[in-house]
């Protein structure tokens, strides 16, 4: 049984080691001097660790600003989408309304439609509304997901009714008992939905592609892109982007990783 114990360990080490040699190599490179990467063989180390790239990548305004430009909207859609879903999804699985089954049926039933599909009447609407090449074009279509709607609503099932009536009995109103009851309740479902939005938030390139035109309000994937056209013969400097646009999430996932988890098991399980 050791034995077994120990392969089983040693075989997920090397898978593990496996799947962040990519990350490692790229942090290793961005710290390269100019050309260093391109030398045969390819070195795995920097010779001369140095931060010049980072340096010089912040100093130039459309990186800086378009790293700004993606924590402004993450944090805003992480904030606006979480409320809403927990409300839709509290109200899905507690409230009783006509339609209420129906509904949500068929909105599970649009979780098969590609979100591409979506994406030229989605456009053409905004354009009506005026807020093509705005932030806005990018908050509005994120404040709510059908799967977030979902996971809420499925944590919110297995949580006790009771509670919510002794609130009612006790004249609290319904806002009251969302915000005093339920929210602490759906805690860690709540962190999950957070994490997942923030993320999604963060590393969405097809849309703010879409909808934005001016480079003074792209988000740092899209800058990322525009980095790579020019300076493609940079490898040290491209890595640099890299680790940048990927380090923000990569925390902040290993940060709530606990709660990430706790709330996706016991949603599956309630």
């Known amino acids: 049984m050791k034995a077994k114990s120990i392969a089983v360990n040693l075989a997920l080490t090397a898978a593990a080691l496996l799947a962040i040699a990519p990350l490692l190599w790229m942090l290793s490179v961005s710290l390269m001097r100019p050309g260093e990467a391109s030398n045969y063989p390819p070195p795995l180390l920097p010779a001369e660790p140095s931060l010049a790239r980072y340096t010089e990548l912040l ?24 409320l809403l879903n927990a409300l839709a999804g509290y109200g899905f699985a507690k409230l009783q309304f006509a339609g209420r089954d129906k509904l949500f049926a068929l909105l599970l039933g649009a979780l098969v439609i590609p979100g591409q599909v979506g994406m030229l009447p989605l456009f053409l609407m905004l354009k009506e509304m005026g807020l093509v090449n705005t932030w806005a074009g990018v908050l509005v279509p ?50 999950t939905l957070a994490v997942l939005t923030f993320l999604g938030s963060w590393n969405d390139f097809m849309w703010p ?57 016991m949603g599956g399980v309630k």
């Not at 790293?67 to 992480?78: K, P």
């Not at 609290?172 to 759906?186: G, N, T, Y």
């Not at 300076?231 to 290993?254: N, S, Y």
């Open 142 to 191: 994120s404040m709510a997901s059908i799967f977030g709607i979902f996971l809420v609503r499925q944590y919110a099932l297995g949580m006790p009714g009771e509670l919510i009536e002794a609130g009612r009995l006790d004249g609290a109103s319904e806002w009251r008992i969302f915000i005093s009851i339920v929210l602490p309740l759906m805690t860690p479902v709540l962190v």
């Open 209 to 265: 592609l879409i909808v934005l035109t001016d480079g003074r309000l792209y988000t740092l994937p899209i800058a990322l892109a525009a980095l790579s056209r020019e300076h493609v013969q940079d490898v040290e400097m491209m890595m640099a982007g890299a680790v940048i646009t990927i380090a923000p999430v990569l925390l902040l996932f290993l940060a709530l990783q606990r709660y990430y988890m706790q709330g996706l098991l």
């Open 59 to 82: 100093k130039s305004g459309g990186f800086g600003r378009a790293f700004l430009t993606s924590l402004g909207l993450a944090c805003a859609v992480t904030l606006v989408s979480t």
